[in-house]
T-cell receptor, first 112, second 115 residues
Framework: GEDVEQSLFLSVREGDSSVINCTYTDSSSTYLYWYKQEPGAGLQLLTYIFSNMDMKQDQRLTVLLNKKDKHLSLRIADTQTGDSAIYFC????????????FGQGTTLQVKP | GAVVSQHPSWVICKSGTSVKIECRSLDFQATTMFWYRQFPKQSLMLMATSNEGSKATYEQGVEKDKFLINHASLTLSTLTVTSAHPEDSSFYICSARGDGVREQFFGPGTRLTVL
């Protein structure tokens, strides 16, 4: 079945850039999403990219998509301690079900 | 953005009892709601998809008689964990989306602990 994989942990220093990587298997994925989850809370949509795009930038966030390799990355510029959280990559198909397949989540630790 | 609430935010119950979790869309009509389960330090696993006024569609391996889902209105869906056991302890998260809208909005989650 469809699968989404992420590295589990990333540690960076405050002010550095963070890059979180994700790979997916479903070639019919139309939208790819990045969500942020803070401890004990639900998911907050950070950004998403349509599969016919290579890159999307939104303030400190840059999403890169390599559709050929089915590889997605999220770059956070000037990482702050408030960015410490779990980041989930998710893929969604073009169908109307709205079903999302989530990766395991990457825990980002930002050291002051 | 749209707001989705869940109630309760946490619940502790005895084994064998049933627990109902509510998911509400506060400022939009949610034609579709999704229920997820999240184990500690793991991903979200979709349990079921519910469309207002119709039966929920359960994912493979999810017992529909154990996890009862009702989506009786455009702003409310409920998940009832029947005859709960300690292995049902988990973080349950709902999401909701409006008609013709792709984005899902997530609730804050409900932590269930079964003793």
């Amino acid at each position: 079945g469809e699968d989404v994989e992420q590295s589990l942990f990333l540690s960076v220093r405050e002010g550095d850039s963070s890059v979180i990587n994700c790979t997916y298997t479903d070639s019919s994925s139309t939208y790819l999403y990045w969500y942020k989850q803070e401890p004990g809370a639900g998911l907050q949509l950070l950004t998403y990219i349509f599969s016919n795009m290579d890159m999307k930038q939104d303030q400190r966030l840059t999403v890169l998509l390599n559709k050929k390799d089915k590889h997605l990355s999220l770059r956070i510029a000037d990482t702050q301690t408030g960015d410490s959280a779990i980041y989930f990559c998710a893929s969604g198909s073009s169908g109307n079900t709205g079903k999302l397949i989530f990766g395991q989540g990457t825990t980002l630790q930002v050291k002051p | 953005g749209a707001v989705v609430s869940q109630h309760p935010s946490w619940v502790i119950c005895k084994s064998g009892t049933s627990v109902k979790i509510e998911c509400r869309s506060l400022d939009f009509q949610a034609t579709t709601m999704f229920w997820y389960r999240q184990f500690p330090k793991q991903s979200l696993m979709l349990m079921a998809t519910s469309n207002e006024g119709s039966k929920a569609t359960y994912e493979q391996g999810v017992e529909k008689d154990k996890f009862l889902i009702n989506h009786a209105s455009l702003t409310l869906s409920t998940l009832t964990v029947t005859s709960a056991h300690p292995e049902d302890s988990s973080f349950y998260i709902c999401s909701a989306r409006g008609d013709g809208v792709r984005e899902q909005f997530f609730g804050p989650g409900t932590r269930l602990t079964v003793l």
